[in-house]
Every structure is written in structure tokens, then in C-alpha cells.
């Protein structure tokens, strides 16, 4: 069955510390990967995304995530956090195909102090 | 990005009532829309895919005569929620794709209270 696993529930981190969140999939053939963000009281935004090419992908705010196939992962890094990263993040894996839905990790929390 | 709007934004509604919620894909022709749940501090549970002019696939544990999807058009998926109940209550979002675009845009939610 398609599923994704975020590792940590709920990360709490000091400003200008280092960030790395976990995310593994489990789902046949062509993957494409996404992580999420949501903000306390909004919707949804996309942060990056990985359809192919290059494994590691820049997205915006200066979060990154690496591609691993052979490890099904799909990380997300920031090398210095800022208050203002405080949320919701979602992991998430999708099929190639246009027609079919994004599977969600269970989210993890976000806090950073300041 | 392509913009997708969600109305009503929050409903409040009695135990009972039919409530339904508007999706909308303001730039781009969605082929494809998607309507998630999400529970507080929780992710978004798939609930349907609809595909324009066809009927809704809804996920296992999803009662379809209680969340009717209508996908009329490439623009316009709409839910209704039949006869809400209190435990109907949720933020309900939903997401659409177009037809070459792998990427899926979402709304801003909506928030349902039953009471």
C-alpha cells in the first residue's frame, strides 16, 4: 500500500540551529515527491518538489530535500531556521500520472524559539 | 502557481442540515480534484477523487451517499455534506491537478462545525 512516514513528530529547535526532518514512502513505480508547509492558520503552500533529475532540490526559504531512492527518503534541510519556520510540515508522494492524489505523511510540528 | 479557491472558508451548521463547499481551479483546468479531511494536529486523509464528467472514486471507510462530490465541470468540484453530524465536524480541503501538470494546488480549506 502507498504510504509515507514522517519520523518525527514534533521537532523543537533554537533559531540558526540546523534543521532535518525525516520522510520515507512506500509506493510502486515513478514517484514524485513534495513537501508542505502550513502555517498556523493557513493553508497549505508548497515548499519543493521532486519530479526527476537531480536528486537534490532547492525549494523556497531555503529548505532543500534530497532524493535517496535506494533508501525511499526524501529529507528536508535548512541549514539555519528562523522563528518565522514555525509550523506544520508535510511530507508527501504521488504517482507520475497526473490523475492520481498526493499521500500525506502524518505532519510534523515545527517549533523554533527565538 | 495556479490559484485554486475554496468557499466557504468556515459553516457552521445544525445536526441534520446539508452544507456544501465549493472548489474552484481559478487559472487552469483541473482534470483531476481531490477533497481531503484533515483532523486537528493531524494530516489530510484522502477522502474522493473526481474526475470531470465521471463519478467520484472515494476511499475505503468514505460513506459516498454521505459526502456527494460533483465535478461538473473543469473549473467546479463541489462537496456536500448530508445530513451533518457533529463528528463531520473538520477542516476539509481540497486540491486539484490539471491535465499536464503533476503538481497539485490546493485551497485555503474549510472549516465545518456541526452543532
Known amino acids: 500500500a502507498q504510504s509515507v512516514s514522517q519520523h518525527n513528530h514534533h521537532v523543537i529547535l533554537s533559531e540558526a540551529a540546523s534543521l532535518e526532518l525525516g520522510c520515507n514512502y512506500s509506493y510502486g513505480g515513478t514517484v514524485n515527491l513534495f513537501w508542505y508547509v502550513q502555517y498556523p492558520g493557513q493553508h497549505l503552500q508548497l515548499l519543493l518538489k521532486y519530479f526527476s533529475g537531480d536528486p537534490l532540490v532547492k525549494g523556497i526559504k531555503g529548505f532543500e530535500a534530497e532524493f535517496i531512492k535506494s533508501k525511499f527518503s526524501f529529507n528536508l534541510r535548512k541549514p539555519s531556521v528562523q522563528w518565522s519556520d514555525t509550523a506544520e510540515y508535510f511530507c508527501?508522494?504521488?504517482?507520475?500520472?497526473?490523475?492520481?492524489?498526493?499521500?500525506f505523511g502524518k505532519g510534523t510540528t515545527l517549533s523554533v524559539s527565538s | 502557481g495556479a490559484v485554486v479557491s475554496q468557499h466557504p472558508s468556515r459553516v457552521i451548521c445544525k445536526s441534520g442540515t446539508s452544507v456544501k463547499i465549493e472548489c474552484r481551479s481559478l487559472d487552469f483546468q483541473a482534470t483531476t480534484m481531490f477533497w481531503y479531511r484533515q483532523f486537528p494536529k493531524q494530516s489530510l486523509m484522502l477522502m474522493a477523487t473526481?474526475?470531470?464528467?465521471?463519478?467520484?472514486?472515494?476511499e475505503q471507510g468514505v460513506e459516498k451517499d454521505k459526502f456527494l462530490i460533483n465535478h461538473a465541470s473543469l473549473t467546479l468540484s463541489t462537496l456536500t455534506v448530508t445530513s451533518a453530524h457533529p463528528e463531520d465536524s473538520s477542516f476539509y480541503i481540497c486540491?486539484?491537478?490539471?491535465?499536464?501538470?503533476?503538481?497539485?494546488?490546493f485551497g485555503q480549506g474549510t472549516r465545518l462545525t456541526v452543532v
Open positions: 486540491s486539484a491537478r490539471g491535465a499536464l501538470n503533476t503538481e497539485a494546488f
Open positions: 508527501a508522494v504521488t504517482g507520475g500520472q497526473a490523475g492520481t492524489a498526493l499521500i
Open positions: 473526481s474526475n470531470e464528467g465521471s463519478k467520484a472514486t472515494y
